[in-house]
Each structure stands twice: as structure tokens, then as C-alpha cells.
């Protein structure tokens, strides 16, 4: 059997072949810096074969510097400076003791440009001093794979260089995974927060929101901050809809409804269902009593217009019951609610489809000739 290496005494010595596949990614020069040799990944990167050229015609060297390395033409980008280096160095011979005891980093001349490191030692090259430069990627390893099109068969068997890289993807792909989820389940969180704060018939807000906004907008104008309207909205004759022509024609009504009221106010307001026909307006800046009445109007005004709910007619109507939290100075939510309900109870008295504001509570002794607006 033959043996690629023997010792002979204190000196290893190994053919070329047998030291590509130790180290694949080696160059081997002679004392004046010709390649004499190198490993196939490294040639593979080349893409030229090296034997016989000057280690500064394929690459430039970026530490330890080296006396012919010194240039104004190293401030130029890699490619350009590639073109004017490399007719200079075909003849230079490099300082190979420079490179010796030190981390030494190349560049490929040629795109992509790669950066490699490591170490030289002295050796006996076609029976002459020379070195060994056993080089790697360091964190360039990912580049250079994509890059170069390399392959585990490009490198050592006792590199790890390719199981860090697998590391390195399966983390990708897991950090992936894990923000994927965190992203699925703030949309989950969003979704639920959204439906405890909503009603599933029409989509408005429902009596938990409200009481969060009003409870909001009170403080603020308990503080001098703006003010703002409740309308409590009541359908009337809805039961007689949901009696003769069942259910789904009551929903579909509910929604017509919703429609309106989200048409009619703006998007700083609140509209919420609070029960099964009754609404709440949140009115945030409101506190002129004339608007507001044309408000309620206008809302009563559509929601009896009438409508078909497969092919049968349907007619509604609605009371309304506002209160201003300006003719409330300091009064709390469940006043402002109160009031307002009162209000309501005004409009149905009066005979229903109408609207009524109502008055700043009394200040002095009980008065049952209380001032409606209607």
C-alpha cells in the first residue's frame, strides 16, 4: 500500500493531492510567491488555475499589509482596483515573511470580491522554503456557499464549516416560525379584542365599549376638555316586524339601522347596539341642542323610510332621548345614561317617531314642569 505521507525525522512530508484533501482550501507558494499549488475548493473559486501565477494576480492582500500592497489605487472599489493591481503584481515578488506569524485575510480580485482568512506556515515547496496558507470564509461562510455554488464536498471531512451553516438556516427558519406565530397571535388578540368590544349582529360597538368611552369622554369634560352628547335611540314598532315576519326579517332591519346611524355620524363618534332594538350615540364636540335635534330628525327621518325584506314591506320607526354633558356639568356616566333614557321615555309619551333633548337637571327644589326640548 502507499503512503501519500512520511515523516522523515522532525519534517512531514505530503504529496499535493493527498494535502487537498486535508485542507481543500489551501494555497502553497514558493519563497518569490509563485502558487505552486492549491486545493480544489479553492481552485473552484478561482475559477482559473492558480499553479503558476503570483499569489497578488488573484488576490489582493488586506492584513498583514506588504510592501507591494501600499497604493493609492487601494482606495478605489474592488473591481477597479483589481484591473490596475493586477498587471503590477504579475512580476512582483510578495514578502512572504510578512505573512508568517499573522492573521492573514486575501480578497478574491475577481467578483464576487470574496474575503477569506487565515494562517501560513513555512514549508518545503518543490525543494525550496516556502509556505502553506490554510484559508476559510470566517462569517462569510453563507455568502461564499450562495455565491460560489459550494457544496459539504468542498470541504474538509473535519470541517464543521457547513453543519454551523445548517445551524445557521435551521435558526432562520425557526426564528421564522416563531415570528409567524407571534404575529398569528396578535391578530388572535386583536380578533378577540375586537369581538368583546363589538356586537356580532351589526357590528357596532356594544354596551362594553360604550361604557369605556364614555366613561373616557366624561373625565375629559369633568376636566374642562370637550364636550359631548348621548342619544339613546329606541325603535319603534320593531316587535310587530320580528312577530309577523320572523326573525331574519328583524335582523335585516337591525342592520338597515346600523347603516344608517354609521352614515349619519362621523368617525370621532361611538355608535353602539345596547340591547336588542336600542342604540346608543356617543357624540363627541356636540353641544348645540338645534343641531342635535336636526340630528335626530334626519335619523328618525330615514329609518322610516320604508323597505323590503324579501318582497315584503317593512316600517319602522324611532324615539330618541338626548342629553349634553354641558347642561351636566360633573355629572358621572350613569347620570348622563340616566338622563338620556328619560329623554327617550319623553319622546315615546309624545307619541313616538320624535326626539327630545333634555333639560340641565334642577338646581334648586324639584320642578315637574321640566323645560324638554322637543
Given amino acids: 500500500m ?14 499535493a493531492e493527498a494535502l487537498g484533501r486535508l485542507m481543500p482550501m489551501a494555497l502553497w507558494l514558493d519563497r518569490t510567491g509563485i502558487i505552486r499549488g492549491a486545493g480544489p475548493a479553492l481552485e473552484k473559486l478561482c ?5 503558476g501565477q503570483r499569489l497578488g494576480a488573484q488576490f489582493e492582500v488586506l492584513r498583514p499589509r506588504l510592501p507591494e500592497a501600499t497604493s493609492a489605487s487601494e ?5 477597479d482596483r483589481a484591473k490596475a493591481v493586477a498587471g503590477r503584481n504579475a512580476g512582483a515578488e510578495v514578502d512572504l515573511a510578512g505573512l508568517l506569524g499573522a492573521r492573514v485575510y486575501l480578497r478574491l480580485r475577481r467578483a464576487p470580491a470574496t ?4 494562517v501560513a506556515v513555512p514549508a518545503r515547496v518543490a525543494g525550496a522554503d516556502g509556505l502553506i496558507l490554510n484559508l476559510t470564509f470566517g462569517i462569510g461562510l453563507a455568502d461564499a456557499v450562495r455565491d460560489h455554488g459550494l457544496t459539504t464536498s468542498d470541504f474538509a471531512v473535519t470541517d464543521l464549516a457547513m453543519e454551523f451553516l445548517y445551524l445557521q438556516e435551521a435558526k432562520a427558519l425557526v426564528m421564522g416560525e416563531l415570528h409567524a406565530l407571534n404575529a398569528r397571535l396578535q391578530d388572535a388578540r386583536r380578533t378577540a379584542e375586537a369581538q368583546a368590544m363589538s356586537d356580532p349582529l351589526t357590528g357596532l360597538a356594544n354596551r362594553r365599549a360604550l361604557d369605556q368611552d364614555l366613561a373616557r369622554a366624561a373625565a375629559v369634560a369633568a376636566r374642562g376638555g370637550a364636550p359631548f352628547a348621548l342619544a339613546h335611540l329606541d325603535l319603534d314598532h320593531f316587535k310587530a316586524v320580528n312577530d309577523l315576519l320572523g326573525h331574519p326579517a328583524g335582523d335585516f332591519m337591525l342592520g338597515r339601522v346600523a347603516a344608517i346611524l354609521r352614515e349619519e355620524t362621523r368617525r370621532a363618534d361611538l ?13 363627541r364636540g356636540a353641544h348645540d341642542p338645534a343641531g342635535l335635534m336636526a340630528l335626530g330628525a334626519r335619523i328618525i327621518a330615514r329609518i322610516e323610510e320604508p323597505c323590503l325584506h324579501e318582497g315584503r314591506p317593512c316600517r319602522i320607526s324611532a324615539s330618541i332621548g338626548i342629553v349634553l354633558s354641558a347642561s351636566h356639568p360633573g355629572a358621572d356616566p350613569a347620570q348622563m345614561l340616566a338622563a338620556a333614557d328619560v329623554a327617550l321615555y319623553a319622546s315615546k309619551r309624545r307619541g313616538r317617531g320624535c326626539c327630545t333633548v333634555a333639560p340641565p337637571p334642577p338646581t334648586g327644589p324639584p320642578d315637574d314642569g321640566a323645560d324638554w326640548l322637543d
Fill in 2 to 15: 502507499c503512503c501519500a505521507g512520511v515523516w522523515e525525522g522532525s519534517v512531514l512530508a505530503v504529496d
Fill in 47 to 51: 475559477a482559473d488555475s492558480l499553479p
Fill in 271 to 283: 355608535v353602539a347596539r345596547v340591547g336588542g332594538d336600542e342604540f346608543v350615540l356617543l357624540l
Fill in 115 to 118: 474575503t477569506l482568512r487565515g
Fill in 75 to 79: 482606495a478605489r472599489p474592488a473591481d
